[in-house]
């Protein structure tokens, strides 16, 4: 039986202790013959060690896991003709990018009779360039898809980077490029500070409406064993 979800929504791994880990759906509903995750190793991590080979026993190919699917709320608003700010702090890039497929599928960047074109703003942050890790990606959107701006933004660029974008917090160049968003609709996932900070600017500082404001926060055991 194949996966019904939105874009952008996410699903549980139910361990044997049941401890649950939750990672967002990076595939579009339409390409729905592979669930696509993108999980980063985080040491230490239970789920992840085993997933990586680091703690016995490891997971292997055709292993059974349990999974609790669709949840969430963070998924594309499609009745809404606002223009759309995409913003991803590291692997908050999997929903964005599930997201974006989806709008690129239904059109939404198209104009047609019955609709406007909604114009689509990503801003992807990173640390360094190898934190942007399907870069390629986003890139061939902008050249191929109309109305899609891609906008990546690292904070710690390495000298070997040699990076000459843009830097800083990726909400910053929101702001720097889109100071008015009072006609927009933005949807941001990645680390609860990288939200806080954007909700708190976006509606106090741009005039976004707080109703037109998505987020999902990705927060790891070590975040919350350290808060």
Known sequence: ERLQFRAGQYLDFILKDGVRRQYSIASAPHDDGLVQLHVRHTPGGVFTDRLFG???????????????????????????????????????????KAIVEHAFHQRVNFVSDAKQARAIHLYWGARSRQDLYMASLPEAWAREQPNFHYVPVLSEPKAEDEWQGRTGFVHCAVIEDLPDLS????????APAMIDAAKRDFVGQCGLPVDEFFSDAFTTQADLANA
């Open 54 to 96: 680091t703690l016995e026993p490891p997971v292997k190919e055709r292993d059974i896991l349990r999974i609790e699917a669709p949840l969430g709320t963070f998924f594309l608003r499609e009745d809404s003709a606002r223009p759309i700010v995409l913003l991803a702090g590291g692997t908050g890039f999997a929903p964005i």
């Open 183 to 190: 006609a927009f609709q933005v949807y941001a996932c990645g």
